[in-house]
């Protein structure tokens, strides 16, 4: 963790809390404003960059506008509307650079707040050249691996754990295909930020989805005597029989400097615009095991159609790229039966989700997204959540598992009703404020918190007098998310408000008289729970306000930290954790917070795992000072810096 004295700036209040006063209604937008600049690089020659790709976005704008550099790094918006606008650049080879930010890679930066007609002309973007990872990839006989796919993933440590975070470059990559090794099993991957990597080799094109034979030593002696006494045959000689056959093999993913082993990867540190090179290892052969079993409904009968995941059960092995794709998976068949194969050693989990089997004549030709779809996606997109599961974790050594019996069980319920509070007219169908939970986040990756709630996401269904109902939810911790469609589902991990269609916004789910909205609701198996109530209101809180520096004069160069103060709320995605950045004239606002007790202070920097870091919230509480939101409450806080 960085020093503190580096990340807490002591922000005083220079006017008493009070209720915010009213204003003029904001002009509509005229599109007369200009924002221009410069991009250089963040060297010492401060050279201008060309071709650098510069986006402006706001909410004042349907899409991003965009546009690429001239030859002295110059860049031109015209007819801007009165806004706050963000700026970001980007270009191969260097990392992605926001206006403001004192971190390469990370965003959004400050703000810059427009009005109507003016000229914003000094807004300068410095790109840092990315670093670079280099070496030589080789296989078990010490030739080169042409082919092979690596991944350069950024270290994240969350609650004291290691993972591995699939950053907005990683993404990228994803979506385009990773490195490859080229025929001299040579690896770059560049543009990198500074921080602590791990290199790894999915050893995909290398046999990753299938597997080998080993041939043993007794089997080529046996087929030499064979072919031998073949050749010497005489009618009636009998031959010596066959020894037994060699293990599978398979590639497995190898991270650097050599292990299959996530937690014994060796970190990579790398520096601004730094080139590490010698980061070399050799793909290894494991054996691989086949998994086959018999899935069972909670009567005992052989169930067709069961959806059957095998994920590992390693937290560091958890990125974008597996909850996206998993691992292996199949479905069982017309007598229950099921096989994965392929499998290398470690722990895994197996998880069967199940329905009753479809009436004759309503399987679908060739089947359908539900038929394939993770069960939190089908449910987000309109499909049911499977109403019976079962968890088994799995020990695999090479070694096959055979003959498993799968019994799946009744999934559990949750039930209660939505009520609206405020004097905005009711929503005419109730119905289309559905309900939906999902799993708590583990990553603070703006990205995979979304990805995984959706994943496990099991929607509700709401009836028109406001209650609701949520079936077939397997055990674990989950978040409860108000709304409609995927859309609402990320504003709500994110804890941001987003442009809603209504002016409904989620107050409250309580259970047990207690908010379970920011932290996690424990389902246990063969446990239902009823009696939840979710409140959604119209009249949201706001805390707004201005921050100058020690002379008095606008800053938008430190971001504001406002979290509760009961250590109970600390958790990731929490709306009672926000942060603020303040504009170029240094206004900021936060919308939504709960009704509570609050810390607010100033940090120099700030990154979004530190909202999620205890340590880090526990040293900024020794130094903030508190503030009060009651219900609808719209205070203004100026703060100054000292």
Do not use: H
């Amino acid at each position: 963790m960085r020093m503190l004295t580096l990340s807490l700036l002591l922000a005083l209040p220079i006017a008493q809390t009070r209720p915010a006063q009213p204003r003029d209604a904001a002009p509509a937008p005229v599109g007369t404003a200009v924002v221009a600049g410069r991009v250089v690089a963040d060297d010492p020659g401060n050279q201008p960059l060309r071709r650098v790709s510069v986006t402006l976005a706001s909410g004042a704008l349907q899409t991003p506008q965009m546009m690429l550099t001239d030859d002295a790094g110059r860049f031109r918006f015209d007819g801007v509307p009165a806004g706050t606008y963000t700026v970001a650049a980007t270009r191969l080879g260097y990392v992605s650079a926001f206006y403001g930010s004192k971190r390469a890679g990370k965003g959004p930066g400050i703000p810059i707040a427009v009005l109507a007609g003016q000229q914003v002309t000094n807004i300068n973007v410095r790109m840092l050249r990315g670093a670079v990872v280099t070496g030589t990839i080789r296989s078990p006989s010490g030739k080169p691996a042409p082919g092979l796919d690596i991944l350069v993933q950024q270290i994240q440590v969350v609650d004291g754990r290691r993972r591995m975070s699939s950053s907005v470059s990683a993404l990228m990559a994803l979506a385009s295909g990773p490195v490859k090794t080229d025929d001299r099993g040579v690896f770059r991957v560049y543009g990198l930020p500074p921080g602590d990597y791990v290199v790894q080799t999915t050893a995909t094109s290398l046999g990753s989805s299938s597997e080998a034979r080993q041939v043993t030593a007794g089997e080529i002696e046996w087929a030499k005597q064979t072919a031998a006494q073949g050749s010497m045959a005489v009618a009636g000689m009998a031959t010596a029989p066959a020894p037994s056959p060699g293990r599978n093999v398979s590639y497995a993913p190898v991270y650097y400097p050599g292990t299959t082993v996530a937690s014994e990867a060796v970190v990579v540190p790398l520096g601004p615009a730094e080139e590490r090179r010698g980061i070399d290892f050799t793909i290894q052969l494991v054996p691989t095991a086949r998994i086959t079993g018999i899935v069972f409904d909670p009567e005992g009968r052989p169930l067709q159609g069961a959806q059957i995941s095998l994920n590992a059960a390693d937290p560091e092995m958890a990125n974008i790229a597996s909850l996206l794709m998993g691992e292996q998976g199949t479905r069982s068949g017309a007598d229950g039966s099921f096989s994965i194969s392929s499998i290398r050693p470690g722990r895994y989990t197996l998880a069967t989700r199940g329905s009753p089997a479809r009436p004759a004549g309503r399987q679908p030709p060739g089947g359908s997204f539900e038929d394939f779809a993770p069960a939190g996606l089908g449910a987000l997109f309109g499909g049911t959540t499977p109403p019976w599961w079962a968890s088994d974790e799995l020990a695999v050594d090479g070694r096959d598992i055979t003959d498993m019996n799968v019994r799946l069980q009744p999934g559990m319920t949750l039930s209660g009703r939505i009520v609206f509070e405020g004097s905005a007219p009711k929503p005419d169908d109730v119905t289309k404020t559905p309900i939906a939970f999902g799993a708590m986040p583990t990553s603070t990756s703006p990205m995979e918190m979304v990805t995984s709630m959706m994943l496990s996401n099991a929607a509700g269904v709401t009836a028109p007098d406001g209650t609701f109902v949520v079936k077939g939810l397997t055990p674990g911790r989950y978040r409860a998310t108000v709304g409609g469609g995927s859309a609402a589902l990320m504003m709500a991990v994110l804890g941001q408000g987003g442009a809603q269609a209504t002016p409904w916004r989620l107050k409250s789910v309580v259970w047990n008289g207690k908010d379970i909205a920011d932290v996690a609701l424990d389902v246990k198996p063969n446990e239902d729970v009823s009696g939840i109530v979710v409140t959604m209101t119209d009249r949201p809180t706001e805390l707004s306000g201005a921050v100058t520096d020690q002379a008095g004069r606008p800053t938008g160069s430190f971001p504001i930290v406002v979290f509760s103060t009961d250590r109970a709320y600390w958790t990731i995605g929490s709306r009672r954790v926000q942060q603020a950045r303040p504009a170029s004239d240094g206004k900021f606002k936060i919308s939504g917070l709960p009704a509570g007790e609050y810390f607010v202070c100033a940090v120099t920097d700030l990154e979004a795992e530190d909202l999620a870091n205890a340590t880090f919230l526990d040293q900024l509480a020794a130094a903030a000072y508190k503030i009060r939101l009651a219900d609808g409450q719209k205070l203004v806080q100026d703060l100054q810096l000292r």
